[in-house]
Structures are given as structure tokens and as C-alpha cells.
């Protein structure tokens, strides 16, 4: 067998085992509540199947409760380690700069405890964890793929109504992050556009790798099976459902969506008789938990309780099926690096109301897909609902178009480009070793 080392042979770099960081939100939360959403999501669907392709994955996270086990194995191949850094709780996102340090310190005692050149690349989820990375860069030697997921610049221009600004601490360490990242992973090519504009990111650095869909599970269902899905849920088979699935946060507009609702109501009473508004997801972020009854009274407020069901956050199968039973699914986010449930909801059949910001307008495709709205204003809403409504001909020619182009966005994709990625990134750093 030959000894010549690999490099030498100019075969590309293959990372062995990869430790992801995710510090803001663990995998093995419930995606839809508290800070768990898309990056959740998009953490474990990547990593079951780099492991799949014989690439160990180890998912470093902070442990918010205290009978968590510092080892969980998700799937063979992918590990996800609880860190204690800080109380045994969730903490909203301002708090977590404070842990940072002490995390960084978990992080690399495990590394250190481990046998030497344990991991080949790190691939840091999220500005907080990027501060992580860049020690852990440092440290080991190997590079750092960074995914930001949200921009607080982004976020701070198109504000919803009652959410609070991100900090300049936030500002500084994302640029922080930008600046070290040997590669940096954008959603779209416009988040491409605002790393490189609004961040001074090296467009040398960047590239552009969308998220998927796993489309096993989200799928049409087969003829007839909105009709039985509707029966299981107890919704009427003539009901035209409006669904909002994710976290009920000011960012994603699920005031929006009651709003629209009434108008839809007030210009035309009798639909109330077959509407239907289903909120699939829990209250996120420090004010919405203290007052998780905010949709509900905003509900009672505009006189439609008895149309509005509320519905706990559930596992992607059961999320599927709500999908599936829906007339039109609604993502009214006042901004949004891709939009996850955009994208699942096409690929069950569904169309797509959504704002014409970020990722959506990649995720969407207008007129073909679904439709973008190009405000916020309920009364925008209710007229591009009440349009498809109204022509059940057009409803199908999109359900059509979304499954078609849903089906461009599978996870396999996103990991194929994501590997290519990580080779290109290590080969680079491989060559600076050697210079």
C-alpha cells in the first residue's frame, strides 16, 4: 500500500469528522418554539447525511437543562454534545454573548481530551457560534465554514411593529465573524449580495449553497389524500384553510395573518362559514414567552376566535399532513434568510402566499409557485388570498408549479455543494500550511 501522503498526490481534502457548532439552539429542540426554527432544521438534516456519506458529524450545543446528557447520538455517525456554559435554562439571545467564553472552553476541552486532529473543519451556525469557531480555528489549525443564517443588519431594516432592534454588539460580531470565516455560506445569492455590501465580505470567500427540503416526508400525498388528512384534523372538506406554520414572533407576521382574516371576512361574511386559520407553532423570544396568549387575544380583538385554531409545534410528518390540508399556506416575515416552510409546504403541494423579502423571493417563485406580496399591509393580503381563492383553476396550476419546483431543493443537493465547499476550504488551508 502506498505511504504517499495525499497531499502530495493532490487529491482533494475530505474532512473525517466535522464539529458544527449551533450554541443559540439545540438540535434536539422541537423546531417552531422558542428559538428553534429553519437552523435546527437545516443543523440535522445536513449532518445525518454527511454521516450518511461516512463524514462524523459532532454537534456541539449548550445544554439548557440539567438532566440533558452530555452525549446524544441523533443517527449513527451524528453526536450531538450538550455544553454547560452558563444556567441550566433558555436564555434569550442578548444573554448569550455572556457564555460564549465558557463554551469556547468546553469546546476545546473536549477536542483536547480527545486523540490529536479529532476534527478536520469546524462549520459554526449563527454569529454567536462564529466567535466559537474562530478560537477553534485558531486552535486546531483547521478552517471554519461559517452560515449566519440571520443578519442583523437585514433584521434591523425591516423591522416588524413591537420587535426590539439587534445591538451593536451583535453588528461588531458579525463582522467579527465575516472578517475570519474562510468561507462563508449564503442561503441566496442576495444574502451573497448583503454579505459582501453590507458586511465587506471577500466575495472570494462566499458561496452560495441553498437549503432543502426533505422530500421523502413532505410530499403531495397522493390523489385524494387532502380529503382524509382534513377528516383526521377535523376541518370541513369544503374549508378554505389559511395555515402559518413557525415561530410566533413579530419577525414572521403572524399578525398578518389575523388581519388579513378579518378583512377577508368583512369584505365577504359569508366565508367566515368555510375559513379556517390554523397557527402551527409557540411563542419565540423573551416577550412573546411572557405573553404567549398575544395572537389569541389580538384574535378576540378583531371579533374571528371561533375561525382561528391554535396548534402546538409537531414533528415534521405531523407538520406535513397541515401542510397538505391547507388552501394556501402563509409566510408574511418582515425578513427571512431562505424560509423553510415556504419551501416544504410547495413541496407538499400547497401554494404560497409570501412576503416579497430575503430568501422568499427565491423560495417563491411568483405567479408560478405561489405569489409574493410586496407589503405587509392586511388589506394586500387579503386581496391576493382572496383572489386564488376565488379561481380554484389557478389554485391548481400553482400546487402544480410548486411541487415542480420544490423538487430542485432536496438536502442531497445542499450536501453535495456543502462538500465541495469544505474540500475547497480545507485545500486552501492546506496550502497556506505548506507555503
Known amino acids: 500500500m502506498s505511504?504517499?501522503?495525499?497531499?502530495?498526490?493532490?487529491?482533494?481534502?475530505?474532512?473525517?469528522?466535522?464539529?458544527?457548532?449551533?450554541?443559540?439552539?439545540?438540535?434536539?429542540?422541537?423546531?417552531?418554539?422558542g428559538d428553534a426554527g429553519g437552523l435546527n432544521v437545516?443543523?440535522?438534516?445536513?449532518?445525518?447525511?454527511?454521516?450518511?456519506?461516512?463524514?462524523?458529524?459532532?454537534?456541539?450545543?449548550?445544554?439548557?437543562?440539567?438532566?440533558?446528557?452530555?452525549?446524544?447520538?441523533i443517527s449513527p455517525g451524528v453526536l450531538v454534545r450538550s455544553v454547560v456554559a452558563g444556567p441550566f435554562e433558555e436564555l434569550d439571545k442578548t444573554d448569550l454573548p455572556a457564555q460564549v467564553c465558557e463554551f469556547t472552553l468546553e469546546v476545546l476541552r473536549a477536542e483536547a481530551e480527545a486523540d490529536p486532529g479529532r476534527y478536520d473543519l469546524v462549520h459554526a451556525h449563527y454569529w454567536l457560534s462564529g466567535k466559537v469557531g474562530a478560537v477553534a480555528k485558531e486552535r486546531w489549525g483547521v478552517p471554519l465554514v461559517q452560515s449566519m443564517h440571520t443578519l442583523g443588519k437585514v433584521k434591523n431594516a425591516a423591522l416588524a411593529a413591537g420587535d426590539a432592534a439587534e445591538p451593536d454588539d451583535r453588528i461588531r460580531g458579525e463582522l467579527d465573524v465575516v472578517a475570519t470565516a474562510d468561507r462563508l455560506i449564503a442561503n441566496t445569492t442576495e444574502e451573497a449580495r448583503q454579505l459582501t455590501e453590507l458586511y465587506g465580505a471577500d466575495p472570494?470567500?462566499?458561496?452560495?449553497?441553498?437549503?432543502?427540503?426533505?422530500?421523502?416526508?413532505?410530499?403531495?400525498?397522493?390523489?385524494?389524500?387532502?380529503?382524509?388528512?382534513?377528516?383526521?384534523l377535523g376541518i370541513a372538506a369544503d374549508a378554505v384553510v389559511?395555515?402559518?406554520?413557525?415561530?410566533?414572533?413579530?419577525?414572521?407576521?403572524?399578525?398578518?395573518?389575523?388581519?388579513?382574516?378579518?378583512?377577508?371576512?368583512?369584505?365577504?361574511p359569508e366565508l367566515a362559514k368555510r375559513l379556517l386559520v390554523v397557527l402551527v407553532g409557540g411563542p419565540s423570544g423573551r416577550s412573546e414567552r411572557a405573553d404567549p396568549d398575544r395572537m389569541r387575544e389580538l384574535a378576540a380583538k378583531l371579533g374571528i376566535t371561533g375561525i382561528v385554531r391554535f396548534e402546538p409545534p409537531c414533528p415534521q410528518a405531523e407538520l406535513a399532513d397541515w401542510y397538505r390540508a391547507a388552501t394556501v399556506v402563509l409566510t408574511p416575515s418582515h425578513s427571512e434568510s431562505f424560509g423553510l416552510v415556504a419551501l416544504e409546504a410547495q413541496?407538499?403541494?400547497?401554494?404560497?402566499?409570501?412576503?416579497?423579502?430575503?430568501?422568499?423571493?427565491?423560495?417563491?417563485?411568483?405567479?408560478?409557485?405561489?405569489?409574493?406580496?410586496?407589503?405587509?399591509?392586511?388589506?394586500?393580503?387579503?386581496?391576493?388570498?382572496?383572489?386564488?381563492?376565488?379561481?380554484?383553476?389557478?389554485?391548481?396550476?400553482?400546487?402544480?408549479?410548486?411541487r415542480?419546483?420544490?423538487?430542485?431543493?432536496?438536502?442531497?443537493?445542499?450536501?453535495?455543494?456543502?462538500?465541495?465547499?469544505?474540500?475547497?476550504?480545507?485545500?486552501?488551508t492546506a496550502a497556506r500550511v505548506r507555503a
Open 42 to 73: 437545516y443543523v440535522v438534516e445536513v449532518a445525518k447525511r454527511l454521516a450518511a456519506r461516512g463524514i462524523e458529524v459532532d454537534i456541539f450545543t449548550r445544554a439548557v437543562c440539567r438532566d440533558t446528557p452530555p452525549l446524544t447520538e
Open 347 to 402: 413541496a407538499c403541494g400547497t401554494p404560497v402566499v409570501a412576503a416579497s423579502v430575503g430568501g422568499l423571493r427565491t423560495v417563491v417563485r411568483d405567479d408560478y409557485s405561489g405569489v409574493l406580496v410586496h407589503s405587509h399591509d392586511p388589506a394586500d393580503w387579503a386581496q391576493a388570498i382572496r383572489r386564488l381563492v376565488r379561481t380554484p383553476r389557478r389554485l391548481h396550476a400553482l400546487s402544480k408549479g410548486a
Open 204 to 232: 472570494a470567500k462566499v458561496r452560495t449553497v441553498s437549503p432543502g427540503a426533505d422530500l421523502s416526508v413532505f410530499t403531495p400525498g397522493g390523489h385524494g389524500a387532502k380529503a382524509g388528512i382534513r377528516r383526521k
Open 404 to 428: 415542480r419546483h420544490a423538487s430542485t431543493f432536496g438536502w442531497s443537493a445542499t450536501v453535495d455543494r456543502l462538500a465541495t465547499v469544505y474540500t475547497g476550504a480545507m485545500d486552501e
Open 3 to 33: 505511504t504517499v501522503p495525499r497531499r502530495v498526490l493532490n487529491i482533494p481534502n475530505v474532512p473525517r469528522r466535522i464539529a458544527t457548532l449551533s450554541v443559540h439552539t439545540s438540535p434536539l429542540d422541537q423546531p417552531g418554539t
Open 242 to 268: 389559511l395555515v402559518f406554520a413557525g415561530r410566533v414572533q413579530p419577525l414572521k407576521g403572524p399578525d398578518v395573518v389575523l388581519k388579513a382574516a378579518a378583512r377577508l371576512i368583512e369584505a365577504d
